[in-house]
């Protein structure tokens, strides 16, 4: 179904500040997780961000306007697209208390590659000669990176790409089923679905009773909640507010700008992830992992500029109407 969007002069620079803003905040939000992870388990985190997130979400749609109701028009796809997303974020955060922050956010930058593989599954999608070399580029790269068969390898290093893969079945599923949402009513669905997973590992974690030495293996994933003192509670203030912040610099980067334009800043990421990797836990990626990096972002791109170019050529369904929604800073 073709969207009708009203022509709107593009604001490039704009467009460009806030797509970098944006990934800016998610590469901090995200080394503050990683860094807070030996002090808060994951489900604790989940649990009391999207409290607090929700009441923000919600007062910048009336303080923004636009909205006249905050349910989707599909629940149920709506909760199964953020219960993918929720999966992704458990991976996507699993791997960070033992990987760098630069290989996990490769890794995950993979999805743009998986989603292509999936549109053609799922979505009938044409996959032409340039999506196929980007994808072998891609890949090429995350074996750079994994180095199997050496004593490099850690089969850790699998989780964010299986982030990378639940991101991009929700990626699909929003093109395929709910492509007419409105974004605020997709992120609190997310935030909802957040809650609920949380407390639900809460719950079967306590009843379980595991014993000290198993969760010693894990705590992050499988440690009980704990007192949260007043510092982690501005942590986790913060958390909720960045999450905010990146939702609604990404919706207004991708309404001011040409979609292949704004996503070439995106790969931004990949730099920033690196930056407060080493500020903040003294990590420098090793050669392999900065070649995969370039591999992984410059087939990511690829993939941009080819559907901008597509898109230039047909004109007949603006990109951002059509669903182009597979970047991965659609995480937030």
């Not at 009336?62 to 999966?87: C, I, N, Q, Y």
């Not at 974020?89 to 922050?101: D, R």
């Not at 007192?227 to 001011?256: M, T």
Request: hydrophobic share 60%; glycine share 8%; charged share 10%.
């Amino acid at each position: 179904m073709t969207l009708a969007v009203r022509a709107r002069p593009a604001r490039t620079g704009l467009g460009i500040s806030l797509i970098v803003c944006a990934v800016f905040t998610m590469a901090l939000q995200d080394a503050v997780v990683k860094y807070v992870s030996a002090d808060l388990p994951l489900w604790q985190i989940y649990t009391l961000r999207s409290f607090i997130a929700i009441p923000m979400l919600v007062a910048a749609v009336f303080v923004l306007g636009g909205a006249t109701t905050l349910r989707p028009r599909s629940l149920s796809w709506a909760m199964l697209r953020g219960g993918l997303l929720v999966a992704m974020y458990i991976a996507f955060y699993a791997a960070l208390p033992f990987l760098e922050l630069s290989l996990v956010a490769a890794a995950y930058y993979t999805g743009p590659l998986f989603i292509t593989l999936f549109a053609a599954l799922f979505l009938g999608e044409r996959v032409g000669g340039r999506e196929i070399l980007a994808i072998l580029i891609g890949f090429a790269g995350v074996l750079v990176i994994l180095r199997p068969g050496t004593d490099a390898f850690a089969p850790i290093m699998l989780v964010p790409i299986a982030a990378a893969v639940f991101y991009a079945l929700a990626n699909v599923l929003t093109r395929g089923k709910c492509l007419e949402e409105l974004a605020l009513s997709l992120s609190l669905a997310l935030n909802f679905c957040f809650i609920l997973c949380g407390g639900a590992m809460t719950a079967a974690l306590a009843l379980a009773g595991l014993p000290g030495e198993t969760v010693s293996i894990n705590p992050f994933l499988l440690g009980d909640w704990v007192p949260v003192a007043w510092g982690e509670w501005a942590v986790l203030f913060g958390l909720a507010l960045a999450n905010v912040i990146i939702h609604l610099a990404l919706a207004k980067a991708y309404q001011s700008a040409p979609p292949q334009k704004i996503a070439t800043f995106d790969y931004s990421y990949l730099v920033f992830a690196a930056l407060w990797g080493f500020l903040l836990f003294r990590e420098i990626p090793d050669l392999p992992t900065l070649l995969g990096m370039v591999l992984i972002a410059g087939a990511g791109l690829l993939l941009v500029w080819r559907r901008g170019r597509v898109a230039r050529q047909s004109d007949s369904m603006p990109a951002q109407a059509a669903g182009t929604t597979d970047r991965p800073s659609e995480r937030a």
